[in-house]
């Protein structure tokens, strides 16, 4: 008895929680709240154990108010103290769904919700061709999303975080496009870039972050093309510049599984004037 007399006594004072503190990870661009302030949206209780605390509601209370905060963890420091380490969350797409645009990062939480887009305004890339559950989103909570294909990953994979991607891309469309010869469609990813390009990535499910590595090998070295021959539909063509600058290039992989991975893959050019 007097064991646990003495433990109980310990956690509601040298284990009384007197501090609360935030470490940020990342940068701080569009979070706008004080330390204060993002500390008491979680509802955390001074005084009383560290021990027993449902940190995963502090969690949910500090994220739900402050769309622009990921709570990485909370840390307990002994004997009194929490630690809430922080990222902020990036832009990363702009949806529209019931005519209003909205702003999430690659999880699909809302950071913010406009009527009008531009890609230099949102400072986010357009995503079309998902499926969204019918529900009334509001900022700082999360959209259920289906059919998402994980591009910005794959791009991420490759060694182009986020201030390239939304260099690059203007937009992206996740669609299906029916194979003639498996007589089924599939998954494929169509990306517009801002140079006047369109890439679309064939067979999406399969192989997508060796396709989009080929992807922008094929961008950073396309007008080397310039004067080469191909034929398109049996047709022999030439390329130019000109039509390089508005060209389709196609990612595919290889039909025999027995004898190629998902690392091989191809690339067609389509140049713009055929």
Do not use: W
């Amino acid at each position: 008895m007097a064991v646990i007399v003495l433990i109980v006594i310990l956690s509601f004072t040298l284990f009384s929680l007197r501090t609360v503190e935030l470490d940020y990870r990342t940068n701080k661009t569009y979070i706008t709240e004080s330390d204060d302030e993002i500390i008491e949206s979680g509802e955390i209780k001074m005084g009383g154990s560290v021990f027993f605390r449902n940190k995963n509601k502090y969690i949910e209370k500090i994220e739900s108010k402050n769309p622009y905060i990921k709570v990485i963890n909370i840390e307990t420091v002994f004997p009194s103290k929490f630690v809430i380490h922080v990222a902020e969350r990036q832009k990363v797409f702009a949806i529209e769904y019931n005519n209003q645009f909205y702003i999430t990062d690659n999880e699909f939480k809302v950071l913010e919700i406009t009527n009008n887009y531009t890609s230099t305004q949102t400072n986010a890339m357009l995503l079309t061709g998902i499926q969204i559950a019918d529900e009334n989103y509001a900022v700082g909570q999360f959209m259920n999303i289906n059919g998402y294909q994980p591009i910005y990953e794959a791009l991420f994979e490759n060694n182009r975080p986020l201030n390239e991607q939304i260099t690059l891309i203007e937009s992206i469309n996740l669609t299906s496009i029916y194979d003639d010869v498996l007589k089924v469609s599939q998954s494929a990813i169509e990306l517009k870039f801002f140079n006047g390009q369109t890439y679309i990535i064939y067979n999406s499910s399969y192989g997508l972050t060796y396709k989009v590595e080929l992807m922008l090998d094929v961008f950073s070295q396309i007008y080397t093309y310039i004067g080469k021959n191909i034929t398109v539909d049996g047709q022999d063509i030439i390329l130019t510049e000109d039509n390089l600058k508005t060209a389709t290039i196609e990612i595919k992989n290889f039909y025999d599984y027995r004898e190629y991975g998902e690392e091989d893959c191809y690339f067609n050019i389509i140049p713009s004037n055929t």
